[in-house]
């Protein structure tokens, strides 16, 4: 397995080892979701420690080389391995664990506990997908837009946020999704101005804008897309604002290349929306990444010079808010390859009228 073979290659020495402990990264690393348990990568073996609850399962879907071994004491049980592999010091997350963790590991581990570089390692490695991480996170695009061509067809007026949130929730669900992947942003109207509105009691109505931020998990790995649509008819002002947006979108997506940095997206996108004027309404970064979390590196903004390489997934989602009045945003995640970024969504961007 490649991410065993490159946090091998982190290690010093055979005498060092990598203990993670992190939720996120233990299952990045085998496969296995649970919510307890440890993976310790040394210059020969890797192992996924895990107690009883999670024992059998694990076993049965772990795969080799990793080890499954069963712990009855974390902290002892480490022991014993380092102690059998004469192992003098380990690397733990910088990033994830917490304080209390920290010196409780110092104080009872054998080796010497080394608290730089691994995080920051593991996070260039989870930067690059691998296919089966793609394929997961286009499987969960799928369900979330199966999903809302589904609701769609629920929203006219009368309709409340919350309803349409809800549907959304349990057709994600229904659908094979084992979650949605944050609280999902279903407003309209004035809401829409509100980046992160909630959904609530406010109803739909002709001539508004409905904004969709939507997102499934499958089998850990989510996705992410934003349409803003509207209801029944649109103004000028929204149609030129939602062009603005679009374009916006496109230009950021077009400059997704490998070789050039997540700031060249955030600055294509926000160019554009500056030169038209903008600028002041668009208060947010244009993107992200996307993997075993929601929101992971890369952040895709203009003080981050992190080179886009091929299978990195990141989000392409400018906005302009106008308070009081309206707001746009368009988002879909790419996949970075080569000169020209695939765009994982299969609904179209265009102005929408329901
Ligand atoms: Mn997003």
């Not at 509207?230 to 077009?254: F, N």
């Not at 080179?307 to 009081?324: A, K």
Request: hydrophobic content about 40%.
């Amino acid at each position: 397995m490649l991410k065993l073979q490159d946090l091998r290659d982190f290690l010093p020495d055979d005498r060092s080892a990598v203990l993670v402990t992190g939720e996120i990264n233990r299952r990045w690393l085998s496969g296995f979701p649970a919510s307890d348990g440890a993976v310790v990568i040394t210059k020969t073996r890797s192992v996924l420690m895990i107690d009883f609850r999670y024992f059998e399962a694990a076993q049965k879907s772990v795969q080799p080389p990793m080890e499954v071994v069963r712990c009855t004491r974390l902290i002892d049980d480490l022991n014993r391995l380092f102690l059998q592999e004469n192992i003098q010091s380990v690397y733990i997350e910088d990033e994830t664990v917490t304080v209390a963790y920290c010196s409780e590991l110092q104080a009872a581990l054998i080796p010497e506990v080394l608290t730089e570089g691994l995080s920051a390692r593991i996070n260039e490695l989870r930067l690059i997908k691998s296919p089966a991480e793609t394929e997961k996170i286009i499987t969960a695009q799928r369900i979330a837009e199966r999903a809302y061509y589904e609701v769609l067809n629920m929203l006219r007026p009368g309709v409340t946020e919350r309803r349409i949130a809800l549907e959304l929730e349990h057709l994600i669900k229904l659908y094979g999704g084992e979650r949605v992947a944050f609280d999902l942003i279903c407003i309209t109207g004035e809401n829409t101005s509100l980046p992160h509105g909630v959904p609530g009691d406010r109803v739909v109505k002709e001539g508004d804008f409905f904004t969709f931020d939507i997102g499934a998990v499958y089998d850990g790995y989510h996705s992410d897309m934003t349409r803003t649509v509207a209801v029944g008819s649109a103004s000028d002002e929204m149609r030129m604002i939602y062009d603005i947006v679009l374009q916006a979108h496109l230009k950021g997506a077009d400059a997704a290349v490998a070789g050039s940095t997540a700031a060249d997206v955030d600055i294509a996108a926000r160019d554009y929306i500056e030169s038209c004027g903008y600028g002041e309404y668009f208060g947010h970064s244009t993107g992200h990444g996307v993997g075993l979390e929601i929101h992971e590196a890369p952040a895709v903004y203009k003080t981050n010079h992190t080179v886009l390489r091929d299978n990195m997934v990141i989000t392409v989602e400018p906005g302009i808010y106008l308070p009081g009045k309206f707001g746009v945003r368009i988002e879909d995640m790419y996949l970075v390859k080569g000169a020209q970024a695939v765009d994982l969504a299969e609904i179209p961007k265009e102005l929408t009228i329901i």
